[in-house]
């Protein structure tokens, strides 16, 4: 079965009685005449595999002929002319498995029939008002049709809660696109290295690292590229990338690429003239140690707890060993005074979103155990603000190691185990493109 067709089966056996309706991401205007870059909704896509805009599936078990139904674009020539091809509803159905299409037109007048019968409708409300009104009008018409019968809708809930889970657990197809996509973006970081040198400005090496990403067949970044030179890198989410690079200081880098709709997401920090100061070799070793030690617990049947626990232990011994924090290494984890050099946490599942779909604790509160098939990052780091009252040496300093790490059978494959973050491997390689120049 293909592996779309089998989603929908899985997600059809578990609403039961109910009906899902998932629409596709729609096409945004940018401004008078452009749109923005056009992204699938990913549990659209993560269905159906369909990336066009526009669209509607529905899932309807207890529908007598059509569970499976795809509202889409119609064919229009004047349209495909200039904005592209459309798959179109005669061809729907073979190319995409689902049991009958219709044009997206048809949406108001088709609905009401696959939600009669149904007691609870999986459709997130709030993502869209347009859709939202056609939803809640063919709500209303199919309750019409079905008063007598007393069988209408009685709970809404999101799709989330029963494809999430699903999500969770990347298929073979889905772990050989990620690890094409580590490649790919592991080209760019090291590309970014070799060209890095005083002068150059962040946006040049954001440039090189997108133009890999491109080149390598990646169609955008998964989110916006962070190029952060020196005290920039202090700045968890600083993307503005204009500042000049400066001799002596790091670059924090955290840059990945979207392939197929699929994530990367890795960070890697190194040295503007490559070679680390004593003092950012220090914290450096101390990020690079707790990032094994975090990828070391990812594990089946342990939970992300456990990695975030290994890197936080990881960082406060550091910290104390070089003097920022002073005390023992039980009450500085207990009174979370690491948080003021490393104050977020340690990974976040990765998938078709780069914060994928999937809850960290259960219904009792309790972490999720890993699984074979998750993937996560693991991103332990170190920033030490100029406003805090610490050791001046130190300051300015802001270092991140993330790797994207698959959970296997027997233990974890890093997927972004190739990128350099060894010290004599970044200091090799930093620098070392003749065709860099600073102007």
Not at 335 to 351: A, F, K, N, P, T
Request: proline content about 4%.
């Amino acid at each position: 079965m293909h592996p779309y067709s089998d989603r929908r089966s899985r997600l059809l056996a578990s609403i039961a009685d109910g009906v899902a309706i998932v629409p596709a991401a729609r096409q945004v205007a940018r401004n008078s005449d452009s749109d923005y870059e056009f992204r699938q909704n990913s549990t659209f896509y993560y269905l159906t595999g369909f990336d066009e805009p526009d669209a509607v599936l529905v899932l309807a078990p207890e529908h007598p002929a059509h569970r499976s139904v795809l509202f889409l674009r119609t064919r229009d020539r004047a349209l495909e002319l200039w904005n592209g091809k459309r798959l179109g509803v005669e061809r729907a159905v073979e190319h995409l498995g689902v049991d009958a299409a219709y044009p997206l037109a048809e949406l108001d007048e088709r609905l009401p029939e696959f939600l009669c019968g149904a007691r609870t409708l999986y459709y997130d409300i709030g993502a869209d008002d347009a859709r939202d009104r056609q939803v809640q009008a063919a709500r209303a018409s199919a309750e019409a049709l079905t008063r007598r019968r007393g069988r209408t809708i009685s709970t809404i809930a999101s799709p989330a809660a029963i494809v999430d889970p699903m999500r969770l657990i990347k298929s073979p197809e889905e772990i050989a696109v990620m690890r094409s996509a580590a490649l790919i973006t592991g080209r760019g970081h090291e590309a970014a290295m070799r060209a890095t040198r005083p002068g150059l400005y962040e946006y040049q090496i954001e440039a090189i690292l997108e133009y890999e990403y491109r080149y390598g067949g990646a169609q955008s970044t998964a989110y916006e590229s962070i190029v952060a030179g020196g005290e920039n890198a202090t700045i968890l989410h600083y993307s503005t990338n204009r500042e000049r690079l400066i001799d002596g200081t790091l670059l924090l880098v955290d840059s990945g690429c979207e392939l197929d709709n699929y994530a990367s997401d890795v960070t890697r920090t190194w040295p503007v003239n490559g070679r680390f100061s004593a003092e950012q070799r220090a914290i450096y070793e101390i990020v690079l140690a707790a990032n094994e030690a975090g990828i070391a617990q990812v594990q089946p049947g342990r939970s992300q707890r456990a990695f975030h626990e290994a890197a936080v232990r990881t960082i406060t011994e550091g910290l104390i060993d070089i003097g920022l924090l002073t005390g023992s290494l039980d009450e500085n984890i207990e009174r979370e005074r690491y948080r003021d050099y490393y104050m977020h946490g340690s990974g976040h599942w990765l998938g078709l979103d780069v914060h994928d779909a999937g809850r960290y604790r259960d219904d009792d509160d309790r972490p999720v155990p890993l699984q074979p098939g998750m993937v996560t990052t693991v991103e332990p780091g170190i920033y030490v603000h100029a406003d805090l009252h610490c050791g001046e040496r130190f300051k300015g300093i802001g270092v991140r190691l993330e790797d994207n790490v698959l959970v296997t059978q027997d233990g974890n494959e890093n997927l972004t185990a190739a990128i350099p973050k060894r010290i004599d491997a970044i200091e090799a390689i930093v620098g070392s493109s003749p065709c860099a120049s600073a102007s």
